[in-house]
C-alpha cells in the first residue's frame, strides 16, 4: 500500500481550507484517509503563525513508514524541517521580459545611477 501525505480540501465555496492528511495513493481527494496530521488555510496571510500546522511528531513517523508527500505538502514539511526542502525550477520562463525590455530596464538602471 503506497501512502501520501497530501492536502483534502474543506471549507465553503471561495473559502478553501485543507487538512493535512496520510491517505492510500488510490484514494479520493477528499475521500478515505487514515490519519489527519495538520491543516493549511491559504486565506490567511504567508507569515501568520496558523497559516500551516502539522502534528510533526505523526508526520515522522509516517515518513518512516515511507510515505510521500505532494509537492505543496513537500514544502510545507521543508520549511519545517522534516525533510529536505524540495527544488523547484523557475516556472514563469514565458512570463519574463524580453530582451528590449530588459535592455530598457538596463538603461533606466544606468541613467539612475
Partial sequence: MSLKIRL????????????IVIADANSPR??????RVG???????ADHAERV?????RLTH????GAQATDRVAR?????GLIKMPVYA???KKSAPKKKAQERAAERAKAAA
Fill in 90 to 92: 523557475e516556472q514563469p
Fill in 30 to 35: 477528499d475521500g478515505r484517509f487514515i490519519e
Fill in 53 to 57: 500546522t502539522l502534528v510533526t511528531e
Fill in 62 to 65: 509516517w515518513i518512516a513508514n
Fill in 76 to 80: 510545507f514539511l521543508g520549511k519545517a
Fill in 8 to 19: 483534502a480540501r474543506a471549507g465553503a465555496k471561495k473559502r478553501p481550507f485543507y487538512h
Fill in 39 to 45: 491543516t493549511y488555510n491559504p486565506m490567511l496571510p
